[in-house]
């Protein structure tokens, strides 16, 4: 072989050598487009499923508190309530003639003993929420609320209308009691039944406004916040509950905007592929 075939054939070595490796350096830029592919689907899969896991536990949370939102109002405590009512008052009164009482008063005496199951929680159409910059939801308007009963039995045990007598001391400065009569007549036996009867709805009043129950308003606040930070966790989030009203949105509201809000997250992450 010539001199100048040899130098022929090593350059055309040479030349098949170089498209070698460029073919080589070309399918190797093609696996790391497609692994720099495969990691960005494989990231956007893993942020798609972390967002859907958190509007699961978000629709959780929703789907819990839409359905105590059907009465608006979250049972928390039942406690039984047994107590005895007792009213004394007097009525009216008038001049006696002197011989027998100089003042003649007429009272009324009722007794009713109450046993009550009654339930008390919160009205979630009062509880409020508001995301100040550094991400900290502020809960207010939690307020504990009588939510009904289960058993609400009432019972006179007595009522009626006495006749008290009293006669003036000698140094005239006071009234002292010398005589006491049940009236047994008609009007005054149907008087004491109507008295009983605006106790009564005075004391159902006092129940249903949580005027009965004050002993138990903190008791009742605690395990709403309990329940509440419960439900709003899937937020990771810091929440502080505020005695004071705080002007926000009403939590389902809050939770729905939650749930959009992550919806988009997860529409973003798709467009970008």
Same mark, same amino acid.
């Given at each position: 072989?010539?001199?100048?075939?040899?130098?022929?054939?090593?350059?055309?070595?040479?030349?098949?050598?170089?498209?070698?490796?460029?073919?080589?350096?070309?399918n190797e830029s093609i696996k790391k487009d497609n692994l720099e592919l495969e990691t960005k689907n494989l990231?956007?899969?893993?942020?798609?499923?972390? !967002? $859907?896991?958190?509007?699961? !536990?978000?629709?959780?949370?929703?789907?819990?508190?839409?359905?105590?939102?059907?009465?608006?109002? !979250?049972?928390?405590?039942?406690?039984?309530?047994?107590?005895?009512?007792?009213?004394?008052?007097?009525?009216?009164?008038?001049?006696?003639?002197?011989?027998?009482?100089?003042?003649?008063? $007429?009272?009324?005496?009722?007794?009713?003993?109450?046993?009550?199951?009654?339930?008390?929680?919160?009205?979630?159409?009062?509880?409020?929420?508001?995301?100040?910059?550094?991400?900290v939801l502020h809960v207010s308007g939690i307020k504990s609320k009588y939510i009904g009963s289960d058993k $609400?039995?009432?019972?006179?045990?007595?009522?009626?209308?006495?006749?008290?007598?009293?006669?003036?001391?000698?140094?005239?400065?006071?009234?002292?009691?010398?005589?006491?009569?049940?009236?047994?007549?008609?009007?005054?036996?149907?008087?004491?039944?109507?008295?009983?009867?605006?106790?009564?709805?005075?004391?159902?009043?006092?129940?249903?406004?949580?005027?009965?129950?004050?002993?138990?308003?903190?008791?009742?606040?605690?395990?709403?916040?309990?329940?509440?930070?419960?439900?709003?966790?899937?937020?990771?989030?810091?929440?502080?509950?505020?005695?004071?009203?705080?002007?926000?949105?009403?939590?389902?509201?809050?939770?729905?905007?939650?749930?959009?809000?992550?919806?988009?997250?997860?529409?973003?992450?798709?467009?970008?592929?």
């Amino acid at each position: 072989m010539t001199e100048a075939k040899a130098k022929s054939l090593a350059i055309s070595e040479k030349r098949e050598e170089l498209k070698s490796l460029k073919l080589q350096v070309e399918n190797e830029s093609i696996k790391k487009d497609n692994l720099e592919l495969e990691t960005k689907n494989l990231n956007q899969l893993l942020t798609i499923g972390n !967002l $859907n896991n958190e509007i699961d !536990l978000l629709k959780s949370a929703q789907i819990s508190m839409n359905s105590l939102n059907k009465i608006c109002e !979250l049972a928390l405590l039942e406690t039984q309530l047994k107590q005895t009512d007792v009213h004394k008052e007097q009525i009216d009164t008038k001049e006696g003639s002197g011989v027998f009482a100089d003042r003649i008063d $007429n009272e009324i005496l009722v007794i009713t003993t109450h046993d009550i199951n009654a339930k008390y929680g919160v009205d979630l159409k009062d509880v409020t929420i508001k995301e100040d910059s550094d991400r900290v939801l502020h809960v207010s308007g939690i307020k504990s609320k009588y939510i009904g009963s289960d058993k $609400n039995i009432s019972d006179t045990k007595l009522s009626e209308i006495r006749q008290v007598e009293y006669k003036q001391s000698k140094d005239k400065r006071d009234f002292l009691q010398s005589n006491v009569k049940v009236l047994t007549d008609t009007q005054s036996l149907q008087r004491a039944t109507n008295y009983a009867r605006q106790y009564e709805t005075q004391f159902q009043n006092r129940l249903s406004l949580g005027q009965e129950s004050n002993f138990l308003d903190d008791a009742v606040v605690k395990l709403a916040q309990n329940f509440i930070t419960v439900t709003l966790a899937p937020l990771k989030q810091e929440i502080v509950f505020d005695s004071q009203k705080v002007e926000g949105v009403p939590i389902l509201d809050y939770l729905n905007e939650k749930i959009k809000s992550k919806q988009n997250e997860i529409d973003s992450v798709k467009n970008k592929s």
